[in-house]
Structures are given as structure tokens and as C-alpha cells.
Nanobody
């Protein structure tokens, strides 16, 4: 069993940066892949980024490629999402999720555990 808690969300102006953290409890976390998803207001949840269990593989949605960076520190059982050059359309609730298979995945159904989410609001 893995519990996930996101932090680092908030209000930022367009062009600014935020770093989200996904802190996990559970000794097996280092073997899990982790993904970030977001749900903009009034829209469906969408994939943002994913990282493999060892950090060697990452994959991004086209909408964030070149602006967002996913990374992990297994010693701290934490995954990060560095978000730069933020745009108003990045406004959403951001959630992290863990996948026991350990390999990168872009579909929400592939993930086994989810955090409650953190709000990111980008003003124009």
C-alpha cells in the first residue's frame, strides 16, 4: 500500500514557475512508476508527465514538453514536477499517481494509487 500527498501548488502569474512535490509513504515506492495528471476546471482529467521506477525513462504530454520536468528522489520517496513558463491554460488540480508495474504509462487506468491533488492557478 502506498499513500501519496501532493504539495507546492498555488497562485502564480503567467510566465512564472512552481515545483510540485509528491511525497509517498511505503517501502516499495522506489519500484513504482509515477505519473502526474491534471484536471482543468470543467474538463476531463489529462495526462501530464510520467517517470519510471529508476528515473531513467520519462514522457510528457505535448502541451507541457519543454516547460515541465519530472524527476524523483527515491531516497526521499518523492517525485517532483518542475513547471516553468506557466500559462493560464495550465490552471488545474494536479494529482500524482503510482503504478506498481514500474514502467511509464500515460493512461489513468494504469495507476494503482492516487493522491488527493493540489490546486495550481495561473493568472494572466
Amino acid at each position: 500500500q502506498v499513500q501519496l500527498v501532493e504539495s507546492g501548488g498555488g497562485l502564480v502569474q503567467a510566465g512564472g514557475s512552481l515545483r510540485l512535490s509528491c511525497a509517498a509513504s511505503g517501502s516499495t515506492f522506489s519500484s513504482y512508476a509515477v505519473g502526474w495528471f491534471r484536471q482543468p476546471p470543467g474538463k476531463e482529467r489529462e495526462f501530464v508527465a510520467t517517470i519510471s521506477w529508476n528515473g531513467r525513462s520519462t514522457y510528457y504530454a505535448d502541451s507541457v514538453k519543454g516547460r515541465f520536468t519530472i524527476s524523483r528522489d527515491n531516497a526521499k520517496t518523492t517525485v517532483y514536477l518542475q513547471m516553468n513558463s506557466l500559462k493560464p491554460e495550465d490552471t488545474a488540480v494536479y494529482s500524482c499517481a503510482a503504478d506498481r508495474m514500474g514502467i511509464i504509462a500515460t493512461t489513468a487506468d494504469d495507476y494503482d494509487y492516487w493522491g488527493p491533488g493540489t490546486q495550481v492557478t495561473v493568472s494572466s
